[in-house]
Nanobody
């Protein structure tokens, strides 16, 4: 059973930076695609970025400011967030799915992911 635990959220001023972390356990990390989603109050959950061993995509809304990375030796995935804006305020979730062929097509759909962390809150003040 996969378990995911996020950390690193907090309160930051506009233009600041944060690094979110997600610890993976329970299965072979390299076999799983790891993805960050976020959900702002009153809005639907939104795809942010995904990374498998051979594939990586970042959403247009954060491209150039956010970077996803993973450390397969430590079973960790990170979201490096720079130039933060108030509209980045949200609960950020880490999600995992087996790196099957369907992942490449459905990587931005939350229904694709079987495993979710509890979320970490990011608040950007103006």
């Amino acid at each position: 059973q996969v378990q995911l635990v996020e950390s690193g959220g907090g309160l930051v001023q506009t233009g600041g930076s944060l690094r979110l972390s997600c610890a993976f356990s329970g299965q072979t990390f390299s076999s799983y695609a790891m993805t960050w989603f976020r959900q702002a109050p009153g809005k639907e959950r939104e795809f942010v970025a995904t990374k498998s061993v051979s594939f990586q995509v970042t959403s247009d809304s954060v491209k150039g400011r956010f970077t996803i990375s993973r450390d397969n030796a430590k079973n960790m995935v990170y979201l490096h967030m720079n130039s933060l804006k108030p509209e980045d305020t949200a609960l950020y979730y880490c999600a995992a799915t087996w790196s099957s062929s369907t992942y490449y097509i459905s990587h931005s759909k939350e229904s694709k992911y079987e495993y979710w962390g509890q979320g970490t809150q990011v608040t950007v003040s103006s």
